[in-house]
């Protein structure tokens, strides 16, 4: 596959695959022309990727991560300890936002009640 089917098959652009690359987070084989050739077992690694960002994980852990992923099974259990710490680390923002949003349910229920308790006609 091509850099543009594998950028609509993970919908990011060709921007951020070439990016990854760069980073090391991926490592693409080229053809004769200089061509990057995605494989079908980029895609998947390519959406974790993506989560682990959106989870909040630093860019020189998925770094890590991907390194430690490209040497092998040897590596499963430094790569499940990198995720055991990252899974501690997102429990906690998630308790964090659901502080959060109780604060904001508490917020508008007490506007509820104001509005509610205020007499008719006091425009």
Not at 12 to 22: D, G
Not at 52 to 75: A, F, N, P, V
């Amino acid at each position: 596959m091509l850099i543009g089917e594998i950028s609509e098959k993970t919908n990011l652009p060709e921007s951020t695959l070439r990016y990854y690359e760069k980073k090391g987070l991926i490592k693409i084989a080229r053809d004769s022309g200089g061509r990057r050739e995605y494989e079908e077992n980029d895609i998947e690694w390519i959406k974790f990727i993506r989560r682990l960002k959106e989870t909040g994980m630093h860019l020189r852990d998925i770094q890590k991560y991907s390194e430690l992923r490209y040497c092998g099974k040897s590596t499963m259990p430094e790569r499940m300890k990198i995720l055991e710490v990252h899974r501690k680390y997102v429990l906690e923002q998630r308790q964090k936002w659901n502080e959060y949003l109780q604060n904001l349910d508490d917020k508008i229920e007490f506007y509820r009640q104001a509005i509610n308790e205020q007499p008719e006609g006091n425009d």
